[in-house]
């Protein structure tokens, strides 16, 4: 109807000219036949949020309750407040039914397996979860190593490398339906014979060949980074020859590090995992010590040799300082602050990062435009904290409909979905938020903001979580006695800033502005909990936003601007950008003309530009131009208040040396950061978004 147009019209009209772009090349619904569009951008919005408002009359909701959230959801997302992970938005309401972003499939030391955990089945779960826009990560360390021998056929393993070139090269002929490209995480724990093959699977010549569509990790443990800090020889051990194979035996170092209790065992391993017939264990009164673990390790001659940590740190270092790959994951710490840790150790995460998850479990994931947040009182811009707690709620529950919504593509991953009901929100729009107060992102003043915020965001989800608990049930697996309340393991942030050496401290006019959230009541939070339960085994994560936030026309996740001036490579073509807070800011100090603009365009950034004001020149910092400690610093402050992870980007200036990787692993460590990146720039030939305009 007409009213109708009118309405989309003025919404349309939020959307920035890229926006559009990606919109009219991925997203909206085409004919089949005429391939002519049949929906505008509004009619997308409003696709999800009736499709994943209907999902309450599952509930024994009525058509007018489904009708009047409907029309939250599509508020929130029209007004780009809040918009849900990509194969929400592609899929809700479609043929396709995948409308998760994260996955983590098995992979278990055999080809095929009755239970479907073989590598060719997981193969096959790949080809499926890409084939409609899910990302999926896996651990190869259980994998028998190169060389070791393969009974069946008297001949020789090739080991897990070359098995995950097969998961590569079927990525590439997948291209999730030609929209998008297939991304993998791929992970080998630190003790694996193979190790060294796979530090080095990505860099040196190989890197702009092989395994392109992986992302690496290795699987560190604090054993481990104890040892690097020590130069201490750590064991390297074939998961085939121990009876404690690769999962098992990282049991006994996490029963020794202290994140599986002696209670737990006690109650839950003895009666769950033996009927299971699952894990074997020689003591399991006990706790036994890493040392212990050796000792049955080298007796069973599943040792194959002992290196020197640092030596093995150090090759990590310099693959990353040349190519990006591989990143760590913190295993200990991933484990330690897992809420629903009793259910199993979690050895791998999705692409980015930002999922931890158990074998076959999903997680769909969605991100608040922290930007939309920032109104003006007083003429001076202020944080609309009612705003965004009443957009976290209808996030949360659109979220957690989209668990019901889902249609799986494997009996496996709905069983795991369902079973944790695992939702992601996070955030995107952080630096342009900052740039709108006024902080410059490498302050004090910016981490602490920060800080509160993931803590502010942390609270309203956790407590919509229950709210939905109340109304239609905890997840499954819900245990309110064995549940972790991850906030009681948070590092406060005089720690923080103590584990980096920063001196300064926030200041007053950052803490009026946040001081709200030092009001919330954890305790009351936990009384609640478990009272009332918990709809979901974890509520928040921060992806890295990626596509979503050029449809929400702003800054990414929690990065920093990338450039302010830049040329963006995307599956579609090249878009040139100028950041419009940028053109803003020219404009009012009347710089806005062209020959200005052309020259920033040159490096993309103007902090050493004595010409440019220098208000701008402190607020306008670019990736580049923010110190490692200051990327790391906001990464960590977000993961104390996550309980899954934390998607970020350590941006490095090409010219930094491996030491500055070195002093980044090992500092992400002690902040608690559960995995870590680093990009130095022009590292690779295809760079996603290049710094200026190239002439
Ligand atoms: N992802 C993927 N292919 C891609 C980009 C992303 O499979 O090309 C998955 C991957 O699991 C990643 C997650 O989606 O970690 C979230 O990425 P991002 O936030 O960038 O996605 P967006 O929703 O913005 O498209």
Same mark, same amino acid.
């Given at each position: 109807?007409?009213?109708?147009?009118?309405?989309?019209?003025?919404?349309?009209?939020?959307?920035?000219?890229?926006?559009?772009?990606?919109?009219?090349?991925?997203?909206?619904?085409?004919?089949?036949?005429?391939?002519?569009?049949?929906?505008?951008?509004?009619?997308?919005?409003?696709?999800?949020?009736?499709?994943?408002?209907?999902?309450?009359?599952?509930?024994?909701?009525?058509?007018?309750?489904?009708?009047?959230?409907?029309?939250?959801?599509?508020?929130?997302?029209?007004?780009?407040?809040?918009?849900?992970?990509?194969?929400?938005?592609?899929?809700?309401?479609?043929?396709?039914?995948?409308?998760?972003?994260?996955?983590?499939?098995?992979?278990?030391?055999?080809?095929?397996?009755?239970?479907?955990?073989?590598?060719?089945?997981?193969?096959?779960?790949?080809?499926?979860?890409?084939?409609?826009?899910?990302?999926?990560?896996?651990?190869?360390?259980?994998?028998?190593?190169?060389?070791?021998?393969?009974?069946?056929?008297?001949?020789?393993?090739?080991?897990?490398?070359?098995?995950?070139?097969?998961?590569?090269?079927?990525?590439?002929?997948?291209?999730?339906?030609?929209?998008?490209?297939?991304?993998?995480?791929?992970?080998?724990?630190?003790?694996?014979?193979?190790?060294?093959?796979?530090?080095?699977?990505?860099?040196?010549?190989?890197?702009?060949?092989?395994?392109?569509?992986?992302?690496?990790?290795?699987?560190?443990?604090?054993?481990?980074?104890?040892?690097?800090?020590?130069?201490?020889?750590?064991?390297?051990?074939?998961?085939?020859?121990?009876?404690?194979?690769?999962?098992?035996?990282?049991?006994?170092?996490?029963?020794?590090?202290?994140?599986?209790?002696?209670?737990?065992?006690?109650?839950?391993?003895?009666?769950?995992?033996?009927?299971?017939?699952?894990?074997?264990?020689?003591?399991?009164?006990?706790?036994?010590?890493?040392?212990?673990?050796?000792?049955?390790?080298?007796?069973?001659?599943?040792?194959?040799?002992?290196?020197?940590?640092?030596?093995?740190?150090?090759?990590?270092?310099?693959?990353?300082?040349?190519?990006?790959?591989?990143?760590?994951?913190?295993?200990?710490?991933?484990?330690?602050?897992?809420?629903?840790?009793?259910?199993?150790?979690?050895?791998?995460?999705?692409?980015?990062?930002?999922?931890?998850?158990?074998?076959?479990?999903?997680?769909?994931?969605?991100?608040?435009?922290?930007?939309?947040?920032?109104?003006?009182?007083?003429?001076?811009?202020?944080?609309?904290?009612?705003?965004?707690?009443?957009?976290?709620?209808?996030?949360?529950?659109?979220?957690?409909?989209?668990?019901?919504?889902?249609?799986?593509?494997?009996?496996?991953?709905?069983?795991?979905?369902?079973?944790?009901?695992?939702?992601?929100?996070?955030?995107?729009?952080?630096?342009?938020?900052?740039?709108?107060?006024?902080?410059?992102?490498?302050?004090?003043?910016?981490?602490?903001?920060?800080?509160?915020?993931?803590?502010?965001?942390?609270?309203?989800?956790?407590?919509?979580?229950?709210?939905?608990?109340?109304?239609?049930?905890?997840?499954?697996?819900?245990?309110?006695?064995?549940?972790?309340?991850?906030?009681?393991?948070?590092?406060?942030?005089?720690?923080?800033?103590?584990?980096?050496?920063?001196?300064?401290?926030?200041?007053?006019?950052?803490?009026?502005?946040?001081?709200?959230?030092?009001?919330?009541?954890?305790?009351? *939070?936990?009384?609640? &909990?478990?009272?009332?339960?918990?709809?979901?085994?974890? /509520?928040?994560? %921060? #992806?890295? @936003? =990626?596509? $979503?936030?050029?449809?929400?026309?702003?800054?990414?996740?929690?990065?920093?601007?990338?450039?302010?001036?830049?040329?963006?490579?995307?599956?579609?073509?090249?878009?040139?950008?100028?950041?419009?807070?940028? *053109?803003?800011?020219? &404009?009012?100090?009347?710089?806005?003309?062209?020959?200005? /603009?052309?020259? %920033? #365009?040159? @490096? =993309?950034? $103007?902090?050493?530009?004595?010409?440019?004001?220098?208000?701008?020149?402190?607020?306008?910092?670019?990736?580049?131009?923010?110190?490692?400690?200051?990327?790391?610093?906001?990464?960590?402050?977000?993961?104390?208040?996550?309980?899954?992870?934390?998607?970020?980007?350590?941006?490095?200036?090409?010219?930094?040396?491996?030491?500055?990787?070195?002093?980044?692993?090992?500092?992400?460590?002690?902040?608690?950061?559960?995995?870590?990146?680093?990009?130095?720039?022009?590292?690779?030939?295809?760079?996603?978004?290049?710094?200026?305009?190239?002439?």
């Amino acid at each position: 109807g007409k009213g109708k147009w009118k309405e989309f019209d003025k919404r349309d009209l939020l959307l920035t000219y890229n926006a559009l772009k990606v919109l009219e090349a991925r997203y909206l619904l085409k004919d089949p036949n005429t391939l002519r569009y049949i929906e505008t951008p509004q009619m997308m919005f409003r696709r999800v949020a009736k499709f994943l408002a209907s999902v309450e009359k599952s509930y024994g909701k009525s058509d007018n309750d489904a009708k009047q959230l409907e029309e939250k959801f599509y508020e929130i997302m029209s007004e780009l407040k809040f918009l849900p992970n990509t194969p929400t938005l592609m899929n809700s309401g479609t043929r396709l039914g995948i409308l998760s972003a994260c996955f983590v499939i098995p992979v278990r030391d055999s080809m095929i397996t009755s239970n479907g955990e073989g590598i060719y089945d997981a193969l096959r779960a790949m080809a499926v979860v890409h084939q409609q826009g899910g990302g999926t990560g896996f651990d190869f360390s259980e994998l028998r190593p190169k060389g070791d021998i393969v009974a069946s056929t008297a001949g020789v393993a090739s080991g897990p490398v070359s098995f995950m070139r097969i998961f590569d090269v079927s990525t590439d002929v997948v291209k999730q339906g030609g929209k998008r490209r297939g991304a993998n995480m791929g992970v080998m724990h630190v003790w694996h014979p193979d190790i060294d093959d796979f530090i080095k699977a990505k860099t040196g010549q190989l890197k702009d060949t092989q395994l392109q569509n992986f992302n690496i990790s290795v699987g560190v443990y604090d054993y481990f980074m104890n040892a690097v800090e020590r130069s201490d020889v750590v064991p390297l051990v074939n998961p085939r020859k121990t009876k404690i194979p690769g999962k098992e035996w990282e049991y006994y170092i996490a029963k020794a590090r202290g994140y599986i209790t002696e209670d737990w065992i006690q109650e839950v391993i003895l009666s769950e995992l033996e009927e299971k017939g699952g894990a074997v264990y020689l003591d399991e009164s006990k706790i036994i010590t890493v040392d212990e673990a050796l000792v049955i390790a080298e007796k069973e001659g599943a040792i194959t040799q002992w290196v020197n940590a640092r030596q093995l740190f150090e090759e990590i270092v310099k693959g990353a300082w040349d190519s990006g790959d591989p990143g760590l994951l913190f295993i200990d710490t991933i484990n330690r602050r897992h809420p629903t840790w009793y259910l199993g150790k979690i050895n791998a995460t999705n692409p980015c990062g930002e999922e931890p998850l158990l074998p076959w479990e999903s997680c769909n994931l969605g991100s608040i435009n922290l930007e939309k947040f920032v109104i003006e009182r007083d003429g001076k811009p202020t944080i609309d904290w009612d705003g965004l707690a009443e957009t976290i709620k209808y996030a949360v529950r659109l979220l957690d409909n989209v668990i019901d919504a889902n249609r799986y593509p494997l009996k496996q991953i709905e069983e795991a979905t369902k079973r944790t009901r695992k939702v992601g929100l996070g955030v995107m729009g952080l630096a342009r938020m900052l740039i709108k107060l006024g902080i410059p992102y490498d302050s004090v003043d910016a981490v602490y903001l920060s800080y509160q915020l993931a803590k502010f965001i942390y609270y309203q989800a956790f407590k919509e979580s229950i709210e939905i608990a109340k109304e239609k049930g905890s997840f499954p697996a819900y245990d309110s006695k064995l549940y972790r309340d991850i906030w009681e393991s948070a590092k406060s942030f005089d720690e923080i800033l103590e584990i980096v050496g920063i001196k300064d401290k926030p200041s007053e006019y950052i803490k009026r502005l946040t001081f709200i959230v030092d009001k919330l009541d954890f305790d009351k *939070l936990k009384e609640d &909990r478990i009272k009332y339960g918990l709809r979901n085994a974890t /509520v928040v994560s %921060v #992806a890295p @936003t =990626g596509t $979503i936030s050029i449809i929400a026309g702003t800054s990414s996740s929690i990065e920093p601007l990338f450039a302010l001036a830049f040329i963006r490579n995307v599956a579609v073509g090249k878009f040139m950008e100028i950041d419009p807070l940028f *053109l803003e800011y020219l &404009r009012k100090y009347e710089l806005d003309n062209p020959e200005v /603009v052309k020259k %920033v #365009a040159e @490096t =993309g950034m $103007i902090g050493d530009n004595l010409f440019m004001p220098k208000t701008m020149r402190k607020i306008f910092r670019t990736a580049h131009e923010v110190p490692p400690e200051y990327h790391l610093l906001h990464q960590a402050v977000w993961q104390q208040w996550n309980d899954s992870g934390t998607s970020k980007t350590i941006n490095l200036k090409s010219e930094e040396p491996p030491e500055t990787v070195e002093k980044v692993y090992l500092l992400a460590w002690k902040l608690g950061i559960k995995g870590v990146t680093v990009y130095r720039d022009k590292s690779k030939s295809q760079q996603v978004i290049y710094f200026g305009i190239k002439k």
